[in-house]
């Protein structure tokens, strides 16, 4: 969904790199925010191997984007930092109501003029998410092809 082109058309944000990390952030804030609403012991365990697979994602990227070792281990440090300092500002965000904000500071630098893509980001994320509650909770997932 990152890679849905209303992100960086109708919502003005810029598809490059960084663009696309605000994107991919506050679509896995909305994962782990359901996977926080729910009720099961497996939900943590799915919440840990979805950050996981996030960090070894970047690691991987920053690697074949083919920087030096320190640059790697610098800009990693600051994704991983940027990424969960999201999740912490978008589930405060919207626990307060005020998810679009947060979307404007994180997604838009707190650049006013993005104040109207900020809010309709919001809408759209609230709405994501509402979806997300709708499914079955996490002990009808089959993982690793287990029954």
Known sequence: MARHPDYYTD???QD??????EVLALHLFL???????DTSPLSGDISQEICDLFVADMDHSLRNARLSESKID???KRFIEGFYGRLVAYDKGLDEGAL???????VYGDDQTYLQPGKQMAVRMTNLLDVLRQQPDVNNLNFKGEK
């Open 31 to 37: 994962m782990l925010r359901r996977l926080k609403e």
């Open 11 to 13: 919502f003005s944000i």
């Open 100 to 106: 679009d904000a947060a979307i404007l500071k994180n």
């Open 16 to 21: 490059k790199v960084l663009g696309r990390f």
């Open 74 to 76: 610098k800009n990693f």
